[in-house]
């Protein structure tokens, strides 16, 4: 079992900035020795959970950003810490949501669009940008 634990998050004006962190633990050693995905994911009100941004662990650490976060959001790991990082500038009141971190054994990350297609969940975070 994978438990991830999430920080960061919080209100913020448009264009500014936040950063949210995704800390691994019980078995996250095999998401970084195995190889694995992270990834996060965000929901609004009466909205699907949608993916924003994925990360492979392996050595080329691939990455996926969706259309709307491209440019703006940089998703991270600090394997050293077994911590994935999503680091949002320029925001948007349209990113208003709650992001949540996943996980998963795999290497097809940027395939992995489905929130269904994800194992371990962090608790969530709320993010709201408005002036």
């Known amino acids: 079992q994978v438990q991830l634990v999430q920080s960061g998050g919080g209100s913020v004006q448009p264009g500014g900035s936040l950063t949210l962190s995704c800390a691994a633990s019980?078995?996250?050693?095999?998401?970084?020795?195995?190889?694995?995905?992270m990834a996060w994911f965000r929901q609004a009100p009466g909205e699907e959970r949608e993916a924003v941004a994925t990360?492979?662990?392996?050595?080329?650490?691939?990455?996926y950003y969706s259309d709307s976060v491209k440019g703006r959001f940089a998703i991270a790991r600090d394997s050293a810490k077994e911590t994935v990082t999503l680091q949002m500038r320029r925001m948007k009141p349209e990113d208003t949501a709650m992001y949540y971190c996943?996980?998963?054994?795999?290497?097809?990350?940027?395939?992995?669009?489905?929130?269904?297609?994800?194992?371990?969940w962090g608790q969530g975070t709320q993010v709201t940008v408005t002036s």
């Open positions: 996943a996980a998963v054994l795999g290497t097809d990350c940027t395939d992995r669009l489905h929130w269904r297609q994800w194992n371990f």
């Open positions: 019980g078995y996250a050693y095999r998401l970084y020795r195995d190889h694995g995905c």
């Open positions: 990360l492979y662990l392996g050595d080329e650490g691939t990455t």
